[in-house]
């Protein structure tokens, strides 16, 4: 008897120790489940978040997008150069980019490749980083506006003449005003080579639109380009493009504010100066927003 009801209290002890054990593993497990699901949730909801603190409008083809989005980007584009030979570019110096809390984004532009039909050989360009910052913005209930400072680095990474001599930084103002079914943006950047610049000079490059929200998957852009030249070759140039441009958005019908959805565009660049160094530049381009 003694035995067995010393036996019994023991087992119980191991019984206790053992369920503690497998709950608290299991808690930790849950706990780590969930800080995953969150986190994944948070990263996935964005762009959806984003609504709340900023307009809404497309990203345009050319200029810099004051808003803050998560993204990535495959484009295209085909040019004639002054001497009328073409090039195309696979990548086009576009690439994706992450929010991170609700005031910051980062990109990641890869190193497009150049394919010249001229005696120019072919090669990949410069690849760029850009870190993005909102000033200040509201929705449609509050002001309907957005302002972002951006600064942009590119290395110098091209192969056969394909890029810049040096690296360059790139600071540039965006800001947007949306109204009913348009908006206006406009940005104000400069280029600066880290050295050679008697041979590379510098830029200032403005642009301006005007964006129309004709359906609902149909927007339409119209743009203006210009680039002022100082120093290098180019030196007191300047040169200028319209730019007119449409983007089609595909939602499946179940689609949520957090899902992913495409969006494809097209525009091509035309001069409207007697100086410019390349002209019809024709882009394509598919997005993914997510």
């Given amino acids: 008897m003694q035995s067995s009801l010393s036996l019994k209290p023991a087992v119980s002890r191991h019984s206790f120790i053992s369920i503690l054990a497998v709950a608290a593993i299991t808690a930790a497990g849950a706990r780590d489940a969930t800080a995953q699901q969150s986190f994944e949730q948070r990263f996935a ?13 497309v990203t345009p083809l050319v200029e810099a997008d004051p808003r803050l989005i998560q993204y990535v980007r495959a484009s295209f584009s085909h040019e004639y150069a002054a001497a009328r030979t073409e090039t195309v570019s696979y990548g086009n110096g576009r690439g994706g980019g992450v929010i991170v809390g609700n005031r910051f984004e980062f990109d990641f532009l890869p190193p497009a490749y150049a394919q010249h039909n001229s005696s120019a050989l072919d090669g990949l360009s410069d690849t760029s980083v850009l870190g993005k910052v909102r000033i200040a913005s509201g929705n449609a209930e509050h002001g309907n506006f957005e302002v972002a400072a951006l600064l942009s680095h590119s290395f110098a990474t091209g192969t056969y003449k394909n890029g810049a001599l040096t690296d360059t ?15 206006v943006q406009s940005s104000l950047g400069g280029t600066m ?8 000079g510098r830029s200032i490059a403005w ?8 359906t609902l ?11 002022y030249y100082f120093s290098g070759s180019h030196d007191g140039m300047m040169q200028n493009f319209v730019t007119p441009a449409v983007f089609y958005v595909v939602r499946p019908k179940e689609w949520q504010p957090t899902h992913p959805f495409l ?4 525009g091509i660049q035309i001069a409207t100066s007697g ?3 390349y002209n019809h530049n024709l882009i394509s381009e598919m997005r993914v927003l997510f």
């Avoid at 909801?45 to 709340?52: C, K």
């Avoid at 080579?193 to 590379?200: D, L, N």
């Avoid at 642009?207 to 004709?214: D, P, R, S, V």
């Fill in 45 to 57: 909801a964005h762009n959806s978040a984003m609504t709340t603190l900023q307009p809404a409008m």
């Fill in 169 to 183: 930084w790139t600071p540039t103002l965006a800001g947007g005003y949306a109204f009913r079914r348009f908006n």
């Fill in 193 to 200: 080579p880290t050295g050679k610049i008697a041979t590379q």
């Fill in 207 to 214: 642009n301006a639109l005007t964006q129309f929200h004709a």
């Fill in 217 to 227: 998957h149909v927007w339409f852009e119209l743009e203006n380009n210009a680039t």
């Fill in 263 to 266: 969006i494809f565009d097209c």
């Fill in 275 to 277: 100086f410019h160094t």
